[in-house]
């Protein structure tokens, strides 16, 4: 049994994920980014696993193009619950100023990561993936959380680690 944190910047789709890992609808999901504010924990089930998942949420200053301290406070205490943690970037939407930030924030808090490139359903995707290579983080798993693709991968990263 672990716990395992999906963090990254709002909107790509963090909250999906973690209502298909949970299979309730816990997390608030929304088109609205930063509706849901704050660390949601439910029993996930991939497969035969069983662990714990966070939902990081936060408040999203629509004006300001930086993350708001409180994202980044609620990230650091969700990666120190965690024993990995879950980064997820947008495929689509590519590799933004603010998914660096949060590669360092997790790169400061030492975290172990595995980096997931969602919304990669589809060929519009396939750049994205490859951009978040530039992370410095590894080989990034493509997940469609809202298709439900690339769960069994993810099952297959996360199993030598239960
Ligand atoms: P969060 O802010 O990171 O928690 O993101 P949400 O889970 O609230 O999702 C933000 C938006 O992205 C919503 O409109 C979701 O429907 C959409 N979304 C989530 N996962 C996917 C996906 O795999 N593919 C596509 N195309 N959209 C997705
Ligand atoms: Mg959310």
Do not use: Y
């Not at 909107?11 to 088109?31: E, I």
């Amino acid at each position: 049994m672990f716990t395992l944190a999906i963090v990254g910047r709002p909107n790509v789709g963090k909250s999906t994920l973690f209502n298909r890992l949970v299979g309730k609808r816990l997390a608030l999901v929304d088109d609205q980014p930063g509706v849901t504010r704050d660390l949601r924990e439910g029993e996930a089930r991939l497969g035969d696993l069983r662990f714990t998942v966070i939902d990081t949420a936060g408040l999203e200053d629509a004006r300001d193009d930086s993350l708001p301290a409180r994202m980044r406070r609620l990230t650091e205490r969700a990666v120190e619950m965690a024993d990995i943690c879950l980064f997820v970037v947008d495929a689509r939407a590519g590799i933004l100023p603010d998914d660096r930030v949060f590669a360092e924030i997790l790169r400061r808090k030492n975290a172990h990561v595995i980096l997931a490139a969602n919304k990669a359903e589809g060929t519009a995707a396939e750049a994205g993936v490859l951009e978040a290579w530039e992370l410095g983080l590894g080989e990034p798993l493509p997940l469609s959380a809202e298709h439900g693709e690339g769960l069994g991968d993810l099952f297959h990263v996360l199993t030598p680690l239960a």
